[in-house]
């Protein structure tokens, strides 16, 4: 089947501390997105890229950062200097290449606890 | 820039009964409009879209239609059902900076 895995589901992590989650893709899509989902706020876009080895950043890039060196991931850090990071955080992915129709497929969340 | 504002929930109905979540927005240009549904404990689906005015999107009994002399893009069902219970996000395509832009959700539970 293919999709989009993110993990870890749920993390937790203390204060100071870095923390990567993972995205993979199999759909053979060009553009992938990070978003963060408040309660009552809707989706906002940390970063996105269209293509590998390139990424922009979004609406919310501050204290946070990726990487893109395959095509079929795109992990997320989200670094000490983020002062708010508990939220729940979505990978997406489009196909890209002047192709979009505006469809995203969404993996299931990883939901970062900061204790 | 471009914008979207979705009305405020919870919404609770009771099964079988009507639905309207409205959406309204602000764009440059011609954007797309979605809509997409996220159940508990998991991503965004899309449920459907409209790409220019007077469309209309429908899939699993609902329906929207693109309305660009109101700007907006409400959702409706006819029948409401327990399995509907879900966060309910509209959107618009800002393809000019390559990204779809969310309205906040709204938050549907449908009582038996």
């Known amino acids: 089947d293919g999709g989009i895995t993110q993990s870890p589901k749920y993390l937790f992590r203390k204060e100071g501390q870095n923390v990567t989650l993972s995205c993979e893709q199999n759909?053979?899509?060009?553009?992938m997105y990070w978003y963060r989902q408040d309660p009552g706020q809707g989706l906002r876009l940390i970063y996105y890229s269209q293509i590998v080895n390139d990424f922009q950043k979004g609406d919310i890039a501050e204290g946070y950062s990726v990487s893109r060196e395959k095509k079929e991931s795109f992990p997320l850090t989200v670094t000490s200097a983020q002062k708010n990071p508990t939220a729940f955080y979505l990978c997406?992915?489009?196909?890209?290449?002047?192709?979009?129709?505006?469809?995203?497929?969404f993996g299931e969340g990883s939901r970062l606890t900061v204790l | 820039g471009n914008s979207v504002t979705q009305m405020e929930g919870p919404v609770t109905l009771s099964e079988e009964a009507f639905l309207t979540i409205n959406c309204t927005y602000t764009?440059?240009?011609?954007?797309?409009l979605f809509w997409y549904v996220q159940y508990p404990g998991e991503g965004l689906q899309l449920l459907l879209k409209?790409?220019?005015?007077?469309d209309k999107g429908s899939n699993k009994g609902f329906e929207a239609t693109y309305r660009k002399e109101t700007t907006s893009f409400h959702l409706e069902k006819g029948s409401v059902q327990v399995s509907d219970s879900a966060v309910y996000f509209c959107?618009?395509?800002?393809?000019?900076?390559?990204?779809?832009?969310f309205g906040q959700g709204t938050r549907l539970t449908i009582n038996p």
């Open positions: 759909l053979n899509h060009d553009a």
């Open positions: 997406a992915s489009s196909i890209g290449d002047g192709r979009d129709t505006g469809e995203l497929f």
């Open positions: 764009a440059t240009g011609y954007p797309s």
């Open positions: 409209a790409t220019k005015a007077d």
């Open positions: 959107a618009l395509s800002d393809w000019g900076a390559q990204k779809l832009v």
